[in-house]
């Protein structure tokens, strides 16, 4: 980061978030000799912020071969820049947050991320992953599904609203009265309509799509 400012902002909060930090650089190139020479101590979270385009998803597919796949790669941009980010840049990082994140939302988003989520801004999920809703006909519509990228099951449709709410499978399991193994297989189906990679991204969907509200 070449912003002084920011660099030490970003410092801060990851100190006060309980996170250590084990080095800096004013690029991500001057980063790039450390990591290549093994003389960087391993690191949980490699935290970039650079401007969308410029080679970014070459750079950061170097910095993924130098930190090993256990690290996570983390891009901080500018809110006027999502509408420019690709699949491609998403899918080179395992995450992405705005500079108007707060600090207990980046510090949540990064235990997140550190444990395997991917998180993205939630206008990314909409735009670049998932394609734009076709209607369903109104004879195979329940209350909620108008949006539907394909016409959801009434399960399905109570599964999409658990997601929403945070429920783990087994809670999910519970609270419907089935199995967790039949929630397994709902969510599979569920995702594959929505075109979406994982919970996550089916509940943002969700919540852009007035379900959190049934």
């Given at each position: 980061?070449?912003?002084h400012?920011?660099?030490?902002?970003?410092?801060?909060?990851?100190?006060?978030?309980?996170?250590?930090?084990?080095?800096?650089?004013?690029?991500?190139?001057d980063?790039?000799?450390?990591?290549?020479?093994?003389?960087?101590?391993?690191?949980?979270?490699?935290?970039?912020?650079?401007?969308?385009?410029?080679?970014?998803?070459?750079?950061?597919?170097?910095?993924?071969?130098?930190?090993?796949n256990?690290?996570?790669?983390?891009?901080?941009?500018?809110e006027?820049?999502?509408?420019?980010?690709?699949?491609?840049?998403?899918?080179?990082?395992?995450?992405?947050?705005?500079?108007?994140?707060?600090?207990?939302?980046?510090?949540?988003?990064?235990?997140?991320?550190?444990?395997?989520?991917?998180?993205?801004?939630?206008?990314?999920?909409?735009?670049?992953?998932?394609?734009?809703?076709?209607?369903?006909?109104?004879?195979?519509?329940?209350?909620?599904?108008?949006?539907?990228?394909?016409?959801?099951?009434?399960?399905?449709?109570?599964?999409?609203?658990?997601?929403?709410?945070?429920?783990?499978n087994?809670?999910?399991?519970?609270?419907?009265?089935?199995?967790?193994?039949?929630?397994?297989?709902?969510?599979?189906?569920?995702?594959?309509?929505?075109?979406?990679?994982?919970?996550?991204?089916?509940?943002?969907?969700?919540?852009?799509?007035?379900?959190?509200?049934?």
């Amino acid at each position: 980061m070449s912003s002084h400012l920011l660099r030490d902002a970003v410092r801060r909060l990851l100190t006060d978030g309980g996170f250590s930090i084990v080095g800096e650089a004013p690029t991500i190139a001057d980063a790039l000799p450390p990591l290549a020479s093994n003389t960087a101590a391993p690191v949980d979270f490699f935290i970039a912020y650079k401007d969308i385009g410029d080679n970014s998803t070459e750079a950061f597919a170097h910095i993924r071969q130098l930190v090993g796949n256990k690290s996570r790669i983390v891009a901080l941009a500018e809110e006027t820049d999502i509408r420019q980010i690709t699949r491609d840049y998403i899918m080179a990082v395992d995450g992405i947050l705005t500079l108007s994140t707060s600090a207990t939302e980046m510090i949540q988003s990064l235990r997140l991320i550190q444990v395997g989520e991917r998180i993205v801004p939630s206008e990314l999920v909409q735009s670049v992953f998932m394609p734009t809703p076709r209607l369903a006909p109104a004879a195979q519509r329940g209350p909620g599904q108008t949006l539907a990228v394909h016409p959801l099951t009434a399960r399905e449709t109570d599964i999409l609203r658990q997601l929403v709410l945070g429920g783990s499978n087994k809670v999910i399991a519970h609270k419907l009265g089935i199995t967790e193994a039949t929630v397994k297989v709902h969510l599979k189906s569920l995702l594959r309509k929505l075109r979406a990679s994982n919970r996550t991204q089916a509940a943002i969907w969700a919540q852009t799509h007035g379900f959190g509200d049934c």
